[in-house]
């Protein structure tokens, strides 16, 4: 089975400018979850969809959404960038059977994020 | 709120020696606690993960973690270490299975950075 992708991997912006970034889960995954990795902070989750709906949503403002399709493939959007939004993001999907359930999450290669 | 600590930001071992990092979690019931691995510039890579059952759990690689609930610790032990080991590793934690806290994502702690000496 292919693993979890990402694209693109590599990506540079300016600030004020917004992005999007696409995850594709494991075949079969209906839970898919994003996380922001930096430095100073680590690794810190961003929000959870299951079946097209978010379930829940860690401590990011309102500049950072995102959606899942019906096929599982999920995208996340950050707009109006800022410096600190620089990192790497990462999406993990699971096999998770029902919504709020918890299985081994399988994580993507990332995509890098550079603003400027 | 749950929360994990490595408190060991950097460790340095020579190749063949033993290896153990540690990780101790803050958790209100039985967790499932994992450990993954990050190479420079990738994703991670899950080394192993403990649900339930028999606290020794093993997993790639040749690593292996041990449970102990009355330390609230998942400690990830190598009997030796090889050169390609050299990376990042990252234990987390999830709420349990049937409290619905799945969406809540894994909670990671800050990492620890494993250096190999020749």
């Known amino acids: 089975k292919a693993g979890v992708t990402q694209t693109p991997r590599y990506l540079i912006k300016t600030r004020g400018q917004q992005v999007t970034l696409s995850c594709s889960p494991i075949?079969?995954?209906?839970?898919v979850s994003w996380y922001q990795q930096t430095p100073g902070q680590g690794l810190q989750f961003l929000f959870e969809y299951f079946s097209e709906t978010q379930r829940n949503k860690g401590n990011f403002p309102g500049r950072f959404s995102g959606r899942q399709f019906s096929n599982s493939r999920s995208e996340m959007n950050v707009s109006t960038l800022e410096l600190g939004d620089s990192a790497l993001y990462l999406c993990?999907?699971?096999?998770?059977?029902?919504?709020?359930?918890?299985?081994?999450?399988?994580f993507g290669p990332g995509t890098r994020l550079t603003v400027l | 709120a749950q929360s994990v600590t490595q408190p060991d930001i950097h460790i340095t071992v020579s190749e063949g020696a033993s290896l153990e990092l540690r990780c101790n979690y803050s958790y209100g019931a039985t967790p499932y606690l994992f450990w993954y691995v990050q190479s420079p510039g990738q994703g991670l890579q899950l080394l192993l993960k403990y649900f339930s059952g028999d606290t020794l759990v093993q997993g790639i690689k040749g690593f292996e973690a041990e449970f102990k609930r009355s330390q609230s610790s998942f400690n990830l032990r190598k009997p030796s270490v090889h050169w390609s080991d050299a990376a990042e590793y990252f234990c987390a934690v999830g709420a349990s299975q049937g409290s619905g806290g799945g969406a809540d994502g894994l909670t990671f702690g800050k990492g620890t950075h494993l250096i190999i000496q020749p």
């Open positions: 075949s079969g995954h209906r839970s």
């Open positions: 993990a999907s699971s096999l998770a059977k029902i919504a709020g359930d918890t299985d081994t999450q399988y």
